[in-house]
Protein backbone atom coordinates (compact mmCIF):
# COMPACT_ATOMS: atom_id res chain seq x y z
CA UNK A 1 0.00 0.00 0.00
CA UNK A 2 2.95 2.06 0.93
CA UNK A 3 4.63 1.72 -2.71
CA UNK A 4 1.22 2.67 -4.04
CA UNK A 5 0.29 5.67 -2.11
CA UNK A 6 3.91 6.61 -3.08
CA UNK A 7 3.76 5.83 -6.99
CA UNK A 8 0.03 8.10 -7.02
CA UNK A 9 2.18 11.02 -5.30
CA UNK A 10 4.62 10.53 -7.80
CA UNK A 11 1.39 10.57 -10.78
CA UNK A 12 -0.09 13.17 -9.30
CA UNK A 13 2.57 15.78 -9.42
CA UNK A 14 3.62 14.96 -12.76
CA UNK A 15 -0.18 14.98 -13.92
CA UNK A 16 -0.56 18.62 -12.49
CA UNK A 17 2.53 19.95 -13.84
CA UNK A 18 1.51 18.65 -17.06
CA UNK A 19 -2.07 20.29 -16.41
CA UNK A 20 -0.54 23.21 -15.23
CA UNK A 21 2.14 23.35 -18.58
CA UNK A 22 -0.66 23.04 -21.58
CA UNK A 23 -2.30 26.75 -21.20
CA UNK A 24 -0.06 29.26 -19.77
CA UNK A 25 -3.02 31.64 -18.90
CA UNK A 26 -5.70 29.10 -18.01
CA UNK A 27 -5.97 26.35 -16.01
CA UNK A 28 -8.51 23.73 -16.36
CA UNK A 29 -9.86 23.35 -13.07
CA UNK A 30 -12.15 20.56 -13.87
CA UNK A 31 -8.92 17.74 -14.50
CA UNK A 32 -6.78 19.77 -12.10
CA UNK A 33 -8.55 19.87 -8.62
CA UNK A 34 -9.12 16.15 -8.71
CA UNK A 35 -5.07 15.43 -9.88
CA UNK A 36 -4.08 17.95 -6.60
CA UNK A 37 -6.67 15.67 -4.45
CA UNK A 38 -5.43 12.01 -5.53
CA UNK A 39 -2.40 13.22 -4.35
CA UNK A 40 -2.72 14.78 -1.39
CA UNK A 41 -4.92 11.83 0.01
CA UNK A 42 -1.87 9.49 -1.47
CA UNK A 43 0.55 11.46 0.72
CA UNK A 44 -1.56 11.30 3.55
CA UNK A 45 -1.61 7.18 2.91
CA UNK A 46 2.05 7.07 2.49
CA UNK A 47 2.85 8.92 5.59
CA UNK A 48 0.54 6.94 7.66
CA UNK A 49 1.77 3.63 6.24
CA UNK A 50 5.71 5.02 7.14
CA UNK A 51 4.73 5.76 10.67
CA UNK A 52 2.96 2.35 10.93
CA UNK A 53 6.17 0.83 10.06
CA UNK A 54 8.49 2.57 11.97
CA UNK A 55 6.74 2.03 15.22
CA UNK A 56 6.54 -1.76 14.47
CA UNK A 57 8.36 -3.40 17.43
CA UNK A 58 10.86 -5.67 16.45
CA UNK A 59 12.20 -2.24 13.97
CA UNK A 60 12.32 -0.35 17.06
CA UNK A 61 14.39 -2.95 19.10
CA UNK A 62 16.66 -3.75 16.38
CA UNK A 63 17.47 0.24 15.82
CA UNK A 64 17.87 0.65 19.09
CA UNK A 65 20.55 -1.77 19.24
CA UNK A 66 21.86 -0.03 16.36
CA UNK A 67 21.54 3.32 18.30
CA UNK A 68 23.13 2.49 21.16
CA UNK A 69 26.20 -0.04 19.74
CA UNK A 70 26.78 3.26 17.19
CA UNK A 71 27.23 5.56 19.68
CA UNK A 72 29.24 3.82 21.77
CA UNK A 73 31.94 2.60 18.92
CA UNK A 74 32.32 6.32 18.26
CA UNK A 75 32.78 7.54 21.67
CA UNK A 76 35.20 4.61 22.26
CA UNK A 77 36.82 5.52 18.87
CA UNK A 78 36.97 8.88 19.43
CA UNK A 79 38.41 8.41 23.48
CA UNK A 80 41.10 6.60 21.61
CA UNK A 81 41.73 8.80 19.17
CA UNK A 82 41.85 11.88 21.55
CA UNK A 83 44.57 9.92 23.02
CA UNK A 84 46.85 9.95 20.47
CA UNK A 85 45.81 12.78 18.43
CA UNK A 86 49.27 14.10 18.63
CA UNK A 87 50.80 10.85 17.56
CA UNK A 88 48.86 10.56 14.30
CA UNK A 89 50.65 13.08 10.79
CA UNK A 90 47.92 16.33 10.01
CA UNK A 91 47.40 14.69 6.41
CA UNK A 92 46.89 10.88 7.97
CA UNK A 93 44.12 11.86 10.13
CA UNK A 94 41.56 12.19 7.42
CA UNK A 95 42.18 8.50 6.56
CA UNK A 96 41.73 7.29 10.57
CA UNK A 97 38.53 9.28 10.70
CA UNK A 98 37.17 7.67 7.65
CA UNK A 99 38.49 4.30 8.74
CA UNK A 100 37.23 4.58 12.56
CA UNK A 101 33.93 6.90 12.01
CA UNK A 102 32.31 6.27 8.84
CA UNK A 103 30.45 2.92 8.99
CA UNK A 104 28.77 3.58 12.83
CA UNK A 105 27.71 7.43 11.94
CA UNK A 106 25.94 5.94 9.10
CA UNK A 107 24.73 3.58 10.95
CA UNK A 108 23.10 5.93 13.50
CA UNK A 109 21.47 7.92 11.32
CA UNK A 110 19.74 5.37 9.16
CA UNK A 111 17.69 4.32 12.89
CA UNK A 112 17.72 7.95 14.44
CA UNK A 113 14.16 7.99 13.45
CA UNK A 114 13.54 5.39 15.73
CA UNK A 115 14.49 7.80 18.67
CA UNK A 116 11.04 9.42 18.09
CA UNK A 117 9.33 6.54 18.87
CA UNK A 118 10.92 4.95 21.30
CA UNK A 119 11.84 7.87 23.89
CA UNK A 120 9.98 11.45 22.74
CA UNK A 121 10.55 14.54 20.46
CA UNK A 122 12.36 16.45 23.09
CA UNK A 123 14.64 13.95 24.07
CA UNK A 124 15.26 12.92 19.93
CA UNK A 125 15.96 16.55 19.46
CA UNK A 126 18.76 16.97 22.57
CA UNK A 127 20.06 13.64 21.56
CA UNK A 128 20.69 14.44 17.69
CA UNK A 129 21.58 18.36 18.34
CA UNK A 130 25.24 17.22 20.27
CA UNK A 131 25.34 14.32 18.02
CA UNK A 132 24.86 16.73 14.63
CA UNK A 133 27.52 19.19 16.65
CA UNK A 134 30.17 16.33 16.86
CA UNK A 135 29.38 14.90 13.46
CA UNK A 136 30.42 18.56 12.04
CA UNK A 137 33.38 18.59 14.75
CA UNK A 138 34.97 14.94 12.90
CA UNK A 139 34.13 16.32 9.46
CA UNK A 140 36.01 19.75 10.82
CA UNK A 141 38.63 17.63 11.45
CA UNK A 142 38.95 15.97 8.47
CA UNK A 143 38.62 18.63 6.38
CA UNK A 144 41.41 20.55 8.88
CA UNK A 145 43.84 16.90 7.66
CA UNK A 146 43.44 17.79 4.27
CA UNK A 147 44.16 21.26 4.70
CA UNK A 148 46.70 20.51 6.83
CA UNK A 149 45.90 22.51 9.54
CA UNK A 150 47.48 21.11 12.76
CA UNK A 151 45.92 23.02 15.84
CA UNK A 152 42.66 22.67 13.72
CA UNK A 153 42.74 19.11 13.83
CA UNK A 154 43.74 18.85 17.60
CA UNK A 155 41.30 21.33 19.18
CA UNK A 156 38.77 19.95 17.08
CA UNK A 157 38.91 16.01 18.22
CA UNK A 158 38.81 17.17 21.55
CA UNK A 159 35.08 19.60 20.36
CA UNK A 160 33.66 16.13 18.75
CA UNK A 161 34.55 14.04 21.99
CA UNK A 162 32.98 16.90 24.14
CA UNK A 163 29.97 16.75 22.14
CA UNK A 164 29.38 13.41 21.58
CA UNK A 165 29.89 12.45 25.31
CA UNK A 166 27.18 14.73 25.87
CA UNK A 167 25.11 12.86 23.21
CA UNK A 168 25.68 9.94 25.17
CA UNK A 169 24.56 11.54 28.44
CA UNK A 170 21.41 12.61 26.89
CA UNK A 171 20.67 8.93 24.78
CA UNK A 172 21.54 7.37 28.37
CA UNK A 173 19.08 9.66 29.93
CA UNK A 174 15.93 8.86 27.37
CA UNK A 175 16.73 4.95 27.95
CA UNK A 176 16.68 5.13 31.82
CA UNK A 177 13.33 7.77 31.33
CA UNK A 178 11.88 5.12 28.48
Known amino acids: MKNIAFILVILAFLAGAYMASLDERTMNWTYFLPIMLVGIIAAIIYKRE ?3 AAKHGDLLQNNKQVLIDSLNN ?6 AL ?9 YEMRFEIDKLFREDLMNFAEARESMKHLFSIQHYADIMSSFAAGE ?3 NRVWSASTDGY ?8 EKALSQFQHAKEEFDAALNGA
Open 136 to 138: RYI
Open 82 to 90: NGRKDKVPT
Open 50 to 52: SNA
Open 74 to 79: VLTNLE
Open 150 to 157: VDEVMMYV
